[in-house]
């Protein structure tokens, strides 16, 4: 997949430099109609190196809202705990009158 | 006995908020911000990247006023905004499908290490009670993990090429040697030439090796991560002795009277958390823990 990927993005190199090579040659009318091929190639290339990239991508939107999850059950159980050292001061308190 | 040590557990927990714990929760905490941070570093290198291929050479104004007055006398066309844009510079260009994929992919990226980071936020709040939340992060800690690292590697294996840049010095070697020049002046300006195309590999050997080692550091900020992440739930015989010693030590002194004394007012507070499973299971847990180095006494 990679390998596959990392053969366009070489392809894609070579089109561009070939395409604006020629539009450097070119004079300024020419330039004008040799610009949306010459945009096309580099848009295509830069696609080609995000894809490279994204092959690598491992964590998905799911992984992020699974975080949102536990950011949640931590801040209950934060919750929690607070109730928890509220009931140990009880304890204190009362153990005064026993 | 055993009620016993679930009371002193209660009132070291309850007044002194687990020291361990606390200090296992803040690390954790820390270290998934650090985490975030080092990874966003790597995803600002990603976009330098993007920029760096496709960019044009740096422009001055008095380039782009002499490239547009050639191109305007040259023209046979009407002047548009549109070409008086493309006359006064015509190396510049748009990307537009790619640079709105690669915005899309990024945010998305930083939204991931965002996340991981906030999860944590309260964590110290939940030191003890959160001890098995925090594990259900750990296949995705993994996978932030792993991608950070393929950055690096996808870079290193396809290295940088800052194409325009490229293209236009290639085109000026291609007008410096058909121009019909001295000798010696000519071989001054492939000189000349030769240095700029020297710095331009430098750049990019540059930025390919600044985003794998931004890469490398993130990764290992990670793993880190992970490695707490892993052990979270596990709490050390040392944490246990810390958080013991010192609960007993202090429950002593603020009541002047023996822990055992607390026992009945104890009981009641014991039989509401029990009532609660998530919190009877990790009660549960906890005692077997607490058992061990008692059972060596």
Excluded: H
């Amino acid at each position: 997949m990679a390998d596959n990927d990392s053969k366009v993005l070489k392809a894609a190199a070579n089109a561009v430099t070939e395409i604006d090579m020629r539009y450097r040659a070119a004079g300024i009318d020419d330039k004008e109609d040799l610009k949306p091929k010459r945009d096309a190639a580099y848009d295509a290339y830069s696609l080609a190196r995000l894809k490279l990239l994204e092959d690598g991508i491992l964590a998905t939107d799911a992984d992020v809202a699974l975080l949102d999850e536990i950011r949640l059950e931590i801040e209950e159980a934060a919750q929690t705990q607070a109730l928890l050292i509220g009931a140990g001061r009880l304890i204190v308190a009362l153990a005064k009158f026993v | 006995m055993r009620s016993k040590a679930v009371q002193r557990i209660l009132v070291g927990c309850a007044l002194l908020a687990l020291a361990a714990c606390s200090q296992k929760a803040e690390t954790l905490k820390l270290a998934a911000s650090q985490f975030e941070t080092e990874s966003r570093a790597t995803i600002v290198l990603l976009e330098e990247l993007r920029v760096a291929e496709i960019a044009p050479p740096a422009k001055s104004e008095s380039a782009e006023t002499a490239d547009f007055i050639k191109n305007a006398l040259e023209s046979t066309r009407d002047a548009t905004p549109d070409r008086i844009a493309l006359w006064m510079n015509p190396d510049a260009g748009e990307t537009v499908k790619a640079s709105e994929e690669w915005a899309a992919t990024l945010t998305r990226l930083n939204t991931q290490y965002r996340a991981f980071a906030n999860t944590f936020a309260s964590l110290e709040q939940a030191s003890f009670t959160a001890r098995d939340i925090v594990k259900k992060a750990e296949p995705v800690a993994v996978r932030l993990v792993g991608q950070i690292a393929n950055f690096g590697k996808a870079v290193t294996d396809n290295p940088p090429e800052f194409l325009k840049q490229r293209t236009a010095l290639s085109a000026q070697l291609k007008t410096l040697r058909a121009a019909q020049t001295n000798a010696a002046d000519k071989r001054a300006k492939l000189s000349g030439w030769l240095d700029k195309w020297r710095a331009l590999m430098q750049a990019e050997t540059d930025l390919q090796r600044r985003i794998a080692e931004q890469s490398a550091k993130a990764a290992s900020v990670g793993l880190a991560v992970v490695k707490q992440i892993r052990a979270y739930d596990q709490l050390s015989a040392s944490d246990i002795a810390d958080a013991m010693g010192i609960a007993f030590s202090a429950a002593g002194a603020l009541t002047g009277r023996d822990v055992s004394a607390l026992q009945n007012k104890a009981n009641d507070v014991l039989g509401d958390i029990q009532s609660d499973p998530v919190w009877n299971s990790i009660l549960q847990q906890s005692l077997e823990e607490v058992n061990q180095p008692k059972a060596k006494e």
